[in-house]
């Protein structure tokens, strides 16, 4: 039972390139979720699924795409890179809003230059 | 909008104890309370629903006053692994999860 994990661990993009975060989990969740967290301002909620073919836009959606085509995996599209994408990204999955805890991967460190 | 958290760093002797804070200007309809140690992914410690009791975790406890929409964790003769950033996290009537910017405990022995 690996939980969640994420794919890659590192990056280094220049800018205008794109790149795909790969999210996946083994516990059968309903949830998932893309966050970055940027130094002093916590963790921000990209974008959503509540379930496998459904996303929701989150706090900061703005140069970002994702896809739930299975249950397990959710992924995070950057199509055309920018310096301020810069951060640490993690993926997160719960079996049901509100109620539960989140199980966050170890996350995707992205640097744009 | 992100709730708000303070202080943002305290500085702990071993066996001392601290309350960190988070408050919302919306009406909530649950807390969440993560540890996050450097380098690492947050990591669930508890959470407060509307109407429920306090919660506890080892020596960190929490509450919830639903009424001031605000949440208070206590952390009680701390030890050197309880160092770490502390979120809360937050959810209203739009069921997402915001967090505050995070309340970082250094314990020293």
């Known amino acids: 039972n690996a939980g969640v994990t994420q794919t890659p661990k590192f990056r280094v993009l220049k800018t205008g390139q794109s790149m795909t975060l790969l999210c996946a989990q083994d516990m059968n969740h309903e949830y998932m979720y893309w966050y970055r967290q940027d130094p002093g301002m916590g963790l921000r909620l990209i974008h959503y699924s509540v379930g496998e073919g459904t996303t929701a836009k989150g706090e900061v959606p703005d140069g970002y795409n994702v896809s739930r085509l299975k249950k397990q995996n959710f992924l995070l599209g950057l199509e055309s890179a920018a310096p301020s994408q810069t951060s640490v990204y993690f993926c997160?999955?719960?079996?049901?809003?509100?109620?539960?805890?989140?199980?966050f991967g170890p996350g995707t460190r992205l640097t744009v230059t | 909008q992100q709730p708000v958290q303070s202080p943002q760093a305290v500085i702990l002797r071993e066996g001392e104890d601290a309350v960190i804070n988070c408050s919302s200007s919306?009406?909530?309809?649950?807390v969440h309370w993560y540890r996050q140690k450097h380098g690492e992914a947050p990591v669930f410690l508890m959470i407060l629903l509307k109407g429920g009791e306090q919660k506890g975790h080892e020596k960190i406890s929490a509450s919830f006053n639903e009424k001031k929409q605000q949440s208070s964790l206590y952390l009680t003769a701390s030890q050197l692994s309880y160092s770490g950033t502390y979120f809360c996290?937050?959810?209203?009537?739009?069921?997402?999860?915001?967090f505050g910017a995070g309340t970082t405990v250094t314990v020293r022995a």
């Open positions: 996290g937050t959810v209203s009537n739009d069921y997402k999860l915001s």
């Open positions: 997160a999955s719960s079996s049901t809003r509100t109620g539960y805890e989140q199980y």
């Open positions: 919306k009406a909530l309809y649950s």
